[in-house]
């Protein structure tokens, strides 16, 4: 675009000359076109992450929930035989006593050990935040060396510790006066499993928790605490009216996937005694397990698997309801 514009040449008369005025840039983002690439940017960026979900978790699912309509046991894989049974698989499991004993152990199992992971986590994760720099270093690293064990190394360790002739917690016991535990068997029974179990599973969690607070603790502004002082709050009170509140959050965050790591715990339970004494240690995963591949009915175990999905999706889905639900009672 062009304009003229009057100006004096040597001679002393006027002349036009001609200026240019720059027009909009071909790569204008106002256009249509730019438009349109910035909404799809954020679709395309998450594609790669979309497909990896679909062919990694997706499909495997999708074959599951084929194989739980099947009666497949091993004259099948032999000669290669598909052979469609409906429902039966899941009329088996639902109609069965057993399944629902499973469930109902392997819910308050999870609730059990998230209640105690979270509450030790909390108070780790309080205690670094006051520490001094050297011993915070020295417990951050405690922690990161027990969350990087491998599952099966850590679950090896406490079958050495809880041993029945050559353990350390026997020997340790029998040395302090109870000479009755010299040869205990902790996998006896189903309490003395679980508490083991446990308390390995506790191990395992609480660094994550732990060193995850103490992140979200140093994100709080510390003119709120110099503040509740000088309205004479004490430690309980700075806690509740200014820490909590920041944590609040986080602990939700957490606390929903420490349900989902517990729930679906497998490898601690079936290494350290595979689901005994007597299946009385069995949750759903394990369950699955023996069914489908301990027993051969494959269809079986997968129907077992697909329901333990759903049995995580409800308890998920009413514990973020009611977090939403607190969420908007607060606003």
């Known amino acids: 675009m062009s304009v003229q514009t009057e ?11 001609t200026a240019r005025v720059p027009g909009p840039p071909r790569g204008d983002d106002r256009t249509p076109r730019a438009a349109s690439r910035r909404a ?26 084929m194989l739980s309509f099947q009666n497949l046991n091993p004259r099948q894989l032999i000669q290669h035989l598909t052979e469609w049974n409906g429902v039966d698989n899941y009329r088996e499991v639902l109609t069965g ?13 999870t609730a059990a ?3 105690l992971i979270m509450v030790c986590g909390t108070l780790v994760g309080l205690l670094l935040a006051r520490l001094g720099k050297k011993m915070r270093l020295l417990l951050m690293l405690g922690l990161v060396l027990a969350w990087a064990m491998p599952v099966i190394a850590a679950t090896t360790v406490y079958q050495w510790l809880f041993a029945q002739r050559f353990g350390v917690v026997n020997w340790v016991l029998d040395r302090l006066g109870w000479h009755s535990m010299a040869d205990h068997n902790w996998l006896q029974t189903q309490f003395s499993t679980f508490a083991v179990v446990t308390l390995l599973l506790v191990w395992q969690s609480v660094p994550f928790v732990a060193i995850n607070l103490y992140a979200a603790t140093t994100t709080i502004p510390r003119e709120l605490y110099e503040a509740a002082s000088l309205d004479g709050a004490g430690a309980w009170q700075s806690f509740t009216s200014v820490t909590l509140p920041f944590l609040r959050p986080f602990l939700y965050a957490t606390t929903f996937l420490e349900v989902i790591w517990i729930f679906k715990a497998f490898a601690q339970i079936f290494a350290l005694n595979e689901g005994g004494p007597d299946h009385l240690t069995e949750t759903l995963p394990i369950y699955a397990y023996v069914e489908g591949v301990g027993n051969q009915h494959f269809g079986l175990g997968a129907a077992i698997s697909f ?14 309801r009611m977090v939403l639900k607190q969420e908007e009672d607060e606003l």
């Open 7 to 17: 100006g004096t040449d040597t001679a002393g008369e006027p002349a036009v000359r």
């Open 40 to 65: 799809a940017a954020p679709y395309l960026l998450l594609l790669p992450a979309l497909l990896a979900t679909v062919v990694l978790l997706g499909w495997p699912l999708v074959k599951n929930g």
């Open 97 to 109: 006593g057993e399944f629902w004993h499973v469930v109902e152990r392997s819910v308050l199992f």
């Open 113 to 115: 050990n998230v209640v």
């Open 307 to 320: 329901l333990t999905i759903l049995v995580l999706l409800v308890i998920t889905s009413y514990y973020l």
